[in-house]
């Protein structure tokens, strides 16, 4: 199993990050600690066009 978080979600909802991982083990006792934590927030997914200048570029244009 692959669980994949965006960097702006590691670096800005860590918790919410981990909260995800005990989610995805479904283990009661991992996820109860982070029962507090606020759900992960999505991160839209780069399109064709942003992917392409990236590739041309070396740099993140978003």
Avoid at 23 to 46: E, M, R, Y
Wanted: charged share 20%; glycine share 2%; with cysteine.
């Amino acid at each position: 199993m692959v669980v994949r978080f965006a960097e702006v979600q590691i670096t800005q909802q860590p918790t919410s990050c981990c909260k995800v991982i005990a989610q995805t083990l479904q283990d009661p006792l991992l996820h109860k600690p982070f029962s507090h934590v606020p759900d992960l927030l999505p991160v839209p997914h780069w399109t064709q066009a942003e992917a392409e200048v990236m590739a041309r570029t070396g740099r993140d244009v978003l």
